[in-house]
């Protein structure tokens, strides 16, 4: 349908399970796409996989408001500008109890899941304003909505980006800029992988049965079903939606 077409989406975690397959139906949908991730040699597989010209990469740290000004910058100079954001790069931290939970790990999941989508924003903001708007999509989470028990930094963070979006929706609605989020429950990636070796040391099988029973239509999600409620938020269909918190959850917070 080509509902992206011509323009340019930067993809942060761009590497990783949903960030790859965004780039994939982004690709398909008629859009240039930079995938930034932290891993050079995870970015080039994803970049080989998707196997376009119009995809490529950026290496950079996206707690690093340097590298969020450069990623842009790269974006400008490779395909003329910014239209679209996917602040999706996140990790899951440890599972922990909360009382147990080392200050530093802390420090770190706020960093990345936090100031890294609010450094996005602000770098990718004035670029779309010069195009006269855009659409900038954040990963947020069902934990991003409900408590977490062994995750709550995690969930902290999902949380505060809820708060990031709806005050970028109202600042930056002047500008043709949306924002919004989209909340999935466990999908197939490496994150939900590492949860349950934390939730089930001795059997992650175990784990993974108990949170897809959890789920209303009981199993996860795949990260194509995910990507496909982020091409909406990016793409003009989704016209009149800003500050909007989309759930993508198979009905786990129903």
Known sequence: MNRLQDKV?????????????AGKLFVAEGAYVLLVDIDEGALTEATNEIGSNAVSYFVGDMTSAEDNASMVACAEERYG???????????????????????????????????????????????MAKRGGGSIVITSSVAGVEGA?????YATSKHAVVGLMRSAAKELASMGIRVNTVNPSPVET?????????????????????????????????????????LFLASDDSSWVTGSVNMADGGMTS
């Not at 993809?11 to 397959?21: H, R």
């Not at 028990?149 to 930094?153: D, L």
């Open 81 to 127: 500008g910014v239209d679209v954001l996917l602040a999706n790069a996140g990790i899951e931290g440890d599972v922990m109890p909360l009382l147990e939970y080392d200050e530093a790990r802390f420090d770190q999941v706020m960093k990345v899941n936090v100031k890294g989508p609010f450094l996005g924003l602000r770098a990718a903001a004035p670029a």
């Open 9 to 21: 989406v930067i993809i942060t975690g761009g590497a990783g399970g949903i960030g790859k397959a």
């Open 190 to 230: 490496r994150m939900m992988r590492s949860i349950e070796d934390g939730y089930g040391a001795e059997s992650p099988e175990a784990a993974k049965a108990q949170f897809a029973a959890s789920i209303p239509m009981q199993r996860y999600a795949e990260p194509e079903e995910i990507a496909q409620v982020m």
């Open 149 to 153: 028990p062994g995750i709550a930094p």
